[in-house]
């Protein structure tokens, strides 16, 4: 499975704007929808988990029932053939340190904060390690060596 973030744009098939009739109609063709908010509209968070991998895509609705952002928490098994690209590099797969790195070096500035989200302005995108999930660790920090959530939105304010 391959997602591409798309700053301004979306994530895979997903297009921030989108009405939730077209994101839901999408989302099922993907697999299982769980919503958080009461009587299955917006707003409200809805998660769609796919049959074959352990990637959970959330998308974010506002009270007009358009998609205002989308979350992508990673997968829990080294061995899935996910890829999550952020212009042209895996944002899931490459150690955080290296991909910092290569953003900056394309001239994009990131922000880094206290609490660990790292927001890179002028995509609209928010890096971060957000979960208790095991993921690989830096063996001599035995800090997280890979982001494991990426937030793209219409706006951000990290």
Not at 19 to 37: L, N, P, Q, Y
Not at 61 to 72: A, Q, Y
Not at 79 to 102: C, I, Q, S, Y
Request: proline share 6%; no cysteine.
């Amino acid at each position: 499975m391959d997602i591409e973030i798309t700053p301004h744009v979306g994530a895979g098939p997903f297009r921030l704007g989108m009405t939730f009739d077209e994101a839901m109609e999408i989302a099922r063709e993907r697999g299982s929808v769980k919503h958080s908010s009461e009587g299955g509209r917006p707003p409200g968070k809805y998660v769609v988990k796919h049959p074959d991998v352990t990637l959970n895509v959330v998308l974010i609705f506002d009270s007009g029932e358009k998609l205002d952002s989308i979350e992508l928490w990673r997968f829990l098994d080294e061995d899935e053939d996910v890829h999550v690209t952020l212009d042209g590099l895996d944002v899931f797969r490459t150690a955080k340190r290296t991909l910092r790195r290569e953003i900056e070096s394309r001239g994009h500035a990131i922000d880094y904060n206290d609490a660990g989200f790292d927001g890179i302005a002028d995509f609209n995108v928010i890096l971060a390690n957000a979960s208790s999930q095991e993921v690989p660790a830096d063996p001599r920090t035995g800090a997280p060596l890979y982001f494991d959530y990426a937030l793209v939105a219409n706006r951000i304010t990290p």
